[in-house]
């Protein structure tokens, strides 16, 4: 869920086959939990709260930095000390289709392009590679529209990490890999706390993994929420999902949600406090290494500084490769280092004639 839309679920998972065995694998090798509850809590850079735009002073008060909106003039008017995420538009897993055209979204990108109040753009909650196999090549081709009209703000995705087949099923970790690369961020929201039943926090464990694995760049959504199907959780149970995520690779997280299905989470002032203590202690930004082989150099200097680094050396030589694309880098893609650490990079000269 990280719910916008009713996914719509398919059990194809033969669309995938190759897929399947490597969700196996996945689950297998997270017999061995992440480091649970391992750390003393310190939250990630980025923090994003869902349905909070009607309250954002007070999701500001309570220490989210990232806002949920969905136009550049929300975004204008927030308070200071917050940045919207733009909310995009939804993918269809029925129809395999964008909800929002085109043309539609190269306005709302070229208006925000420079505007220091927009953090970046949303544009899909759960798509389902099961029922439309062409979604991670769709979503690829979108985030790529996005950045090329606005190459120095993130694009972010969530995908539904509770099953397709059912609850907690391995479909859901066999589609991670598929998604690699295809946002600057994937969002992944396993809720561990149904109604009627203690929560399941070895799922966290194996998205945790699994997600490590198929090297995302990713964010933990915590579950903050009550409906049909889940349930509020208690105090320690929210602390244990905080503690979980902070002990993982996330480099940012994002909470569900300030309102949902009627309640909302001010009407919890004890899940509140564990989370306002939560983001009050926060780490800097950190450098994650972007791949950018095979890129453009103006295409590697745009993912560079969206990963909050910087570009180092710049050299040239001959290669069989194409001329202006970039053919090493230095450090290596995924490595995490402070902020604006510099990204040495070769660039080909083509063939020596």
Not at 39 to 52: A, D, L, Q
Request: aromatic share 10%; charged share 20%; hydrophobic share 40%.
């Amino acid at each position: 869920m990280g719910v916008r839309v009713g996914v719509s679920v398919g059990l194809a998972l033969l669309a995938v086959g190759c897929a399947v065995a490597w969700a196996v694998h996945a689950t297998r090798a997270s017999a061995a939990p992440a480091r649970a509850a391992a750390t003393s809590g310190v939250s990630p850079p980025y923090r994003f709260i869902y349905n909070s735009d009607s309250a954002a002073g007070k999701a500001l008060a309570n220490g989210w930095n990232l806002i949920d909106v969905g136009s550049k003039w929300s975004a204008d008017h927030l308070p200071a000390g917050t940045r919207g995420l733009v909310w995009e538009g939804d993918y269809d897993n029925g129809s395999c289709s964008w909800q929002t055209s085109e043309a539609e979204l190269r306005a709302d990108v070229t208006q925000a392009v420079g505007d220091p109040k927009v953090f970046g753009y949303f544009f899909s909650d759960e798509p389902n590679p099961y029922a439309c196999p062409s979604a991670p090549a769709q979503h690829r081709a979108r985030s790529n529209l996005i950045h090329s009209i606005d190459p120095r703000k993130p694009t972010v995705i969530v995908l539904d990490s509770n099953g397709f087949a059912g609850r907690a099923t391995p479909d859901a970790l066999a589609q991670l890999h598929l998604w690699r690369g295809v946002a600057d961020y994937v969002g992944l929201d396993p809720y561990p706390c149904y109604q009627g039943s203690a929560c399941d926090f070895g799922w966290i464990d194996k998205t945790i993994h699994a997600a490590n694995l198929a090297g995302l760049n990713y964010w933990g959504v915590v579950q903050a929420f009550d409906d049909s199907s889940w349930r509020w959780p208690t105090p320690g149970e929210l602390t244990h999902m905080l503690h979980q995520w902070a002990a993982s690779q996330e480099t940012g997280y994002m909470t569900f949600a300030w309102t949902w299905a009627g309640t909302g989470l001010s009407s919890k002032p004890d899940l509140l406090a564990i989370l306002r203590q939560f983001n009050s202690a926060s780490t800097p930004l950190r450098c994650v290494v972007p791949s950018v082989i095979g890129t453009t150099l103006p295409r590697a200097r745009a993912a560079i500084a969206r990963a909050n680094c910087a570009v180092g050396r710049v050299a040239k030589r001959y290669s069989s490769h194409r001329r202006g694309r970039v053919i090493a880098q230095r450090p290596r893609a995924r490595s995490r280092l402070k902020t604006r650490a510099r990204v040495n990079l070769v660039i080909s000269r083509g063939r020596r004639r």
